[in-house]
């Protein structure tokens, strides 16, 4: 399974990565590499999973729920501890430039 170079073009150009004539050869390459690698993972035969397996017993534990409470009803509790606020938020110290 072979990749064409216009294909590595269309791929960079979705990816908005700019490759010079040579880049795009060596990127066709590694493509080509991984592709045939996949191929053969795909290839390999897996035994099926016995019965009873650990995977398969999975079961939800989660309660359905049933009453939620009222929307917003904790809020004011929760934003009057909190140090500094402005309105319904929370404010805090500015770590980002």
Do not use: C, W
Request: glycine share 6%; hydrophobic share 40%.
């Amino acid at each position: 399974m072979a990749i064409s170079l216009d294909e590595v073009k269309k791929l960079a150009e979705l990816s908005r990565i700019a490759l010079s004539e040579e880049e795009m050869e060596k990127m066709r390459g590694e493509i080509d590499s991984i592709l045939e690698y996949i191929d053969t993972i795909q290839k390999v035969e897996l035994p099926s999973a016995p019965s009873g397996s650990v995977y398969f017993d999975e079961v939800n534990v989660m309660r359905e729920d049933a009453d939620p409470h009222e929307a917003g009803i904790h809020m004011e509790k929760l934003l009057a501890q909190a140090s500094r606020r402005e309105g319904n938020y929370l404010k805090v110290k500015k770590i980002l430039g």
